[in-house]
C-alpha cells in the first residue's frame, strides 16, 4: 500500500499542545495538499504546495502550518490557535500536469484533542 | 472562487436499483470533474472523471453526465450491489487549476 503515506493513524493530544502529522510520497509528484475531513463537510483544503519551498493557503488554514523541504514530504502542525482541531486529516498529491489531475490520497490520520 | 454543491447527502437503495448523485458548479470556466469513491475507515480513490469536452462517460456500472449549460453533472450507478457501499464526492477543477473544489459528500447504502 505504499504511495502516500501518513503517520500516525491515530493521533491524541491534549488541548494547547502543538502536533506535527506527517506525510511522505513516493510517487514523484510535484503538488501536494492537506485536506480536512469532518462529517458532512466534505474535504476542505487547508494548504497546498506545487513545488519545494513554496506553498499556498487553502480555504481554511488558520491555526495550521507548514513545510516543503523535500519534494516527498509535506507535514502539517496543527497550533493551539486552531479551534477545533479534532478532525480526520488527509494528506494527497497530485502530478500537476494536464495530463491527469487526479488526486491520490493518503490514508490518513485522525487527531482527537482533548 | 468555485462553489459545488451535492445532493443527496445520503441516498438509501436496494441491491439491484440504480443511483443518481447530482453536483453543479458555479464556475463556468470550470472543465474537469471527477468523482471520488471513500469506503468506510479507506482513503478517498478516483472512480470516474469526465471532461468539459465530453457529455457522457461510462466505466462497466457506473457513468458520469455532464450539463455545461445548465453547469450540473451526475455519477450514476446501475444495477448496485453492497459493494457500492461507501461516501461519493464529485470536485470540479476551474480552468487550468490542478486544485479541486469538493462537494460535501453523498453516502450511498446499499440495502442487500
Known amino acids: 500500500d505504499g504511495g502516500i503515506t501518513q503517520s500516525p493513524k491515530y493521533l491524541f493530544r491534549k488541548e494547547g499542545q502543538n502536533v506535527t502529522l506527517s506525510c511522505e510520497q513516493n510517487?514523484?509528484?510535484?503538488?501536494m495538499y492537506w485536506y480536512r475531513q469532518d462529517p458532512g463537510q466534505g474535504l476542505r483544503l487547508i494548504y497546498y504546495s506545487q513545488i519545494v519551498n513554496d506553498f499556498q493557503k487553502g480555504d481554511i488554514a488558520e491555526g495550521y502550518s507548514v513545510s516543503r523541504e523535500k519534494k516527498e514530504s509535506f507535514p502539517l502542525t496543527v497550533t493551539s490557535a486552531q479551534k477545533n482541531p479534532t478532525a480526520f486529516y488527509l494528506c494527497?498529491?497530485?502530478?500537476?500536469?494536464?495530463?491527469?489531475?487526479?488526486?491520490?490520497f493518503g490514508p490518513g490520520t485522525r487527531l482527537t484533542v482533548t | 472562487g468555485e462553489n459545488v454543491e451535492q445532493h443527496p447527502s445520503t441516498l438509501s437503495v436496494q441491491e439491484g436499483d440504480s443511483a443518481v448523485i447530482k453536483c453543479t458548479y458555479s464556475d463556468s470556466a470550470s472543465n474537469y470533474f471527477p468523482w471520488y469513491k471513500q469506503e468506510l475507515g479507506k482513503r478517498p480513490q478516483l472512480i470516474i472523471d469526465?471532461?468539459?469536452?465530453?457529455g457522457e462517460k461510462k466505466d462497466q456500472r457506473i457513468a458520469v453526465t455532464l450539463n455545461k449549460t445548465a453547469k450540473h453533472f451526475s455519477l450514476h450507478i446501475t444495477e448496485t450491489q453492497p459493494e457500492d457501499s461507501a461516501v461519493y464526492f464529485c470536485?470540479?477543477?476551474?480552468?487550468?487549476?490542478?486544485?479541486?473544489?469538493f462537494g460535501r459528500g453523498t453516502s450511498l447504502i446499499v440495502h442487500p
Open positions: 470536485a470540479a477543477h476551474s480552468g487550468g487549476s490542478y486544485i479541486p473544489t
Open positions: 469526465i471532461r468539459s469536452n465530453v
Open positions: 494527497a498529491s497530485s502530478i500537476d500536469s494536464d495530463i491527469s489531475y487526479e488526486q491520490y
Open positions: 510517487l514523484n509528484h510535484d503538488a
